[in-house]
């Protein structure tokens, strides 16, 4: 990696790090932030036809369900592929559904990652509720919850409406088959809400990786706190929307119906713990006297297959940012040399030498190409010097002169971009990838996922990006660029201090690797 490459590369992280730092973690807000109080929230909902939905005020607004005290529930446990989950008797779907093979920390002691704390939501995890104030209350009403052949049913009823929660389960699916039904027997509402909603992620990452998210025409809706009208609590997102779900950096919850809502609304609502609990609703409208909602409930990690399991497009939940066509080979390759080495730290050196390798053609042309510059650099300066107060005639006679030469800036500069998407993919599959949780690779690094706790990996990057540095002919002139280029190393370790080290192994393994790709370079064109 010659050092235009490195300057460039790190040009390029700073803004890739530093839009994640400074753009979207200031957009959440802070523990224990409030928000001001408000009465209903209402968000605008039409007919298909595009005239207000029927039974709609002057302005065609229904009112969202807002919160709602909770009452003592009774759970009863239940049998799914990723983990017991437990469905209680009140309006909550879910009171709480463990991971197996997830646990909420390293320690050997620490209880598995469970939905309750996922969602940190009163009472559990999604619901139904009703924009009308008759039915108010129906998100959070007792009933009876009874054993059926493959699963359990719970039912309420009063003298307004009959509710119907029907689950099918079993140890070998990953997912819970759930069916929502409602009978009106005076009046009806104009809409149905289905929620997920979230106040804190699972695993005490990064605060900007816990999002709302909904599927709308084949593309991901991200929501995050602060994406939400501070004034009226509410994000519309209007169109046909197929699931909605809350998600961690490596965990989702997810609701994913049968048939696509006629849109999305996110909200935020107010509570006298001044915490922030949000929501996101798939909106139903109420044509009947009843309604009934297919749908499959999805808790667990944001892994590909447990994902297409479910849902195919689940998948889109994992951002691999700007490069996703590149990241899922990476990925792959990735995790076929853990199947052969079971080591994840191992595979990312193996899968960083690999990489190394296939960008070498590249690496060769973008060096022989410096070689050449640097050979001209005489003759470039007294150009420079010749038409120093004559910017326009430089530039001609610099154009000229590279041509005599057959030399093209383009043709050096290229290799150097064709690297870059390669890396950044890589950067997002050991950011993203849920296969590097909690895994370990030797000694003081016990979490991939998680920061170097003693500093040891960045420490060696810098020392090493400097020799790296020192071995590698430069052809920047301008001071100001080769006062950056002087730190750039430092640069990187910094960092580094807080990203992974996961990437922190692939920086130190790829900046040893072009050590010895430099040194074997060097003499080749010597």
């Known amino acids: 990696m010659d050092r235009k490459t490195l300057l460039a590369i790190g040009l390029s992280l700073l803004f890739f790090v530093g839009w994640q730092k400074f753009y979207i973690e200031p957009r959440l807000p802070k523990a224990g932030q409030s928000v001001a109080p408000s009465g209903t929230e209402a968000v605008a909902l039409s007919s298909p036809g595009g005239a207000p939905a029927a039974g709609l005020g002057a302005n065609g607004a229904a009112a969202l369900p807002v919160a709602t005290k909770p009452i003592e529930v009774k759970s009863t446990d239940i ?190 609502i107010p509570h006298p713990d001044k915490e ?52 899922y080979p990476i990925l792959k390759v990735m995790k076929w040399i853990n199947s052969a080495v079971g080591n994840w730290g191992i595979a990312i050196i193996l899968l960083t030498l690999l990489i190394k390798l296939l960008t070498y053609p590249l690496t060769y042309k973008s060096m022989k190409s410096m070689k050449k510059i640097a050979k001209l650099q005489p003759q470039m300066n007294a150009l420079k010097e010749k038409y120093k107060d004559d910017k326009e005639a430089l530039n001609r006679e610099m154009i000229t002169f590279m041509k005599e030469q057959g030399y093209n800036p383009v043709a050096g500069c290229l290799p150097m971009f064709l690297q870059m998407p390669i890396f950044f993919a890589l950067y997002r599959v050991l950011y993203s990838s849920i296969e590097l949780y909690q895994a370990p690779f030797f000694g003081w690094i016990q979490d991939l996922s998680m920061k170097d706790p003693f500093y040891i990996t960045p420490v060696l990057l810098v020392a090493l990006m400097w020799f790296q540095q020192k071995i590698t002919p430069s ?14 190393p430092l640069f990187f370790g910094l960092m580094m201090m807080n990203l992974p080290a996961g990437l922190t192994v692939y920086m130190l393994v790829n900046a040893a690797a072009s050590i010895v790709q430099q040194r074997y370079l060097n003499k080749k064109f010597a």
């Open 475 to 488: 052809t920047a002139t301008d001071p100001t660029q080769a006062k950056m280029l002087q730190y750039m």
């Open 276 to 327: 922030h609990e949000a929501k996101i609703n798939l909106v139903y409208p109420v044509t009947g006297n009843a309604i009934r909602i297919p749908l499959k409930a999805y808790f667990g990690p944001k892994e590909m297959n447990a994902l297409h399991s479910v849902e195919r497009s689940l998948d889109l939940t994992i951002d691999f940012g700007w490069f996703t066509i590149l990241a």
């Open 79 to 268: 049998a799914t592929g990723t983990g017991p989950a437990k469905i209680g008797d009140a309006g909550k779907f879910f009171t709480g559904w463990q991971l197996n093979d997830y646990r909420a920390t390293r320690e050997k002691s620490a209880p598995p990652v469970d939905l309750a704390g996922f969602s940190n939501l009163p009472g559990g995890e999604g619901e139904l509720a009703f924009d009308a104030k008759d039915f108010a209350y129906a998100n959070n009403v007792q009933g009876t919850m009874k054993a059926s052949p493959g699963g359990a049913i719970w039912t309420y009823e009063d003298a307004n409406l009959k509710l119907t929660r029907e689950y099918s389960f079993g140890p070998d699916k990953k997912y819970v088959d759930l069916v929502l039904s409602a009978e009106f027997k005076t009046k009806r509402p104009n809409f149905a809400f289905v929620s997920v909603g979230t106040k804190s992620a699972v695993d005490g990452h990064d605060e900007a990786d816990r999002q709302l998210v909904a599927l709308q025409n084949n593309s991901i809706q991200r929501v995050h706190f602060k994406d939400i009208d501070e004034t009226t609590k509410v994000k519309d997102l209007p169109g046909a929307t197929s699931w909605i779900g809350a998600q961690s950096r490596y965990f989702l919850f997810a609701l994913v119906p049968a048939e696509n809502a006629v849109r999305a609304v996110a909200q935020t």
